[in-house]
């Protein structure tokens, strides 16, 4: 991590970046009489006193410092830029009021996308919260799924219920080490509840130069966590949250947010699909699209079949497995010509199939 600050905070962006955002990001974590460096006099002057400071080791920046350079480096990027311009225009916010004439034609250097999140985190932080939000919705990541047992249960996103999930989070996530902070980010989308949860990763260590040794320093960076909640469904998704936390995250959600508790502690709340139809009907098994008139074929292009066996003691044990890939549609009953037969130990693991449309 303190190597990607390094590249973050590279000599371009130190000889280009504006020098009064550069000012405001110390005065977040200095009083003015206690910042390290100069902020007067001739702007070449001022950026060879912040290339002296960035080029100190980072065990001697300051610790919030190096915070908020981490979370301004997340949205840093071209896509960074973009999330925050469609936040700012969607809460009808403009980032930059004083554009003037001499500029209108130019490409000024304060619109390159570092220096957008920067300008952002420092005087628009909600908009730049909130893209943040997106980014962290927008990730590929897998998604658990949790189904309660009804449909049309709405969601409860007032203040108080906010507040309640918020406490209830932060107490799980502290239990595993990773700190107290949290914040919430609820929207809503194509008749979707999305929350984003942003909060303190586990502390990890990185070895830096200090001078002519090697030094280790701690870091708590920000995770986000993504939770997707289609009440005509009555289906949860979680994204972002290691397997052993998912269960207690869907049951601090379905206390806090949905008011019912237990909600998706099913038994069947997870088993949302299975792959024993398959496996009982074998390897001519065929999807059907009759019924939806747009489809014009479903192809199984990989599937995976697993032997167990039991041992000594009596426990079944994964032996081996047998994998099939056809990007014609075969991929299933190519198992007929080989040694896979389910149901004398062999299971269907998994399949890949793809739909066409008309």
Known sequence: MGSDIKKFVNPKFLNSIDVVLMRDLFARHFKDDGLPLVFEGEVAEIRKRMAAYFAAPITAWSEGLIADLHRVAELGTGEGMQLILNEARRQGVTLYSDLDAEQADS?????????????????????????????AL??????????????????????????AFKAAIVKLFAQDLQGDYCRLGPYEEDGEINLVVSH??????????????????????????????????????????????????????????????????????????????????????????????????VRIVAAAADFFAEDEDGAWRHVRSWESKDASGAALRHFKASEVRFGRGWRLGEITFRVFFK
Not at 139 to 160: H, I, K, S, Y
Request: net charge negative.
């Open 107 to 135: 490409a000024p250097v304060r619109h390159e996308s570092k220096h957008v999140a920067l300008h952002a985190y420092l005087h628009h932080h909600p908009i730049f919260e909130a893209a943040a939000d997106f980014q």
């Open 138 to 163: 927008r990730a590929p990541t897998a998604m658990a799924e949790f189904r309660g047992p009804q449909r049309d249960v709405g969601a409860d996103l007032t203040e108080a219920a906010s507040a």
């Open 200 to 297: 303190g990763a586990p502390v990890t260590t990185t070895p830096v130069v200090a001078g002519d040794r090697e030094q280790i320093i701690t870091l708590r960076a920000v995770k986000y966590a993504a939770l997707r909640y289609a009440s005509n469904e009555g289906l949860l998704r979680i994204g972002g949250v290691p397997r052993a936390q998912q269960a207690e995250v869907a049951a601090i959600f379905a206390e806090h947010i949905l008011g019912r508790p237990g909600f998706f502690a099913g038994k069947d709340a997870r088993d949302l699909y299975a792959l024993d139809p398959i496996t009982a009907f074998g390897p001519d098994f065929a999807f059907e699209h009759a019924f939806d008139e747009r489809i014009l074929e």
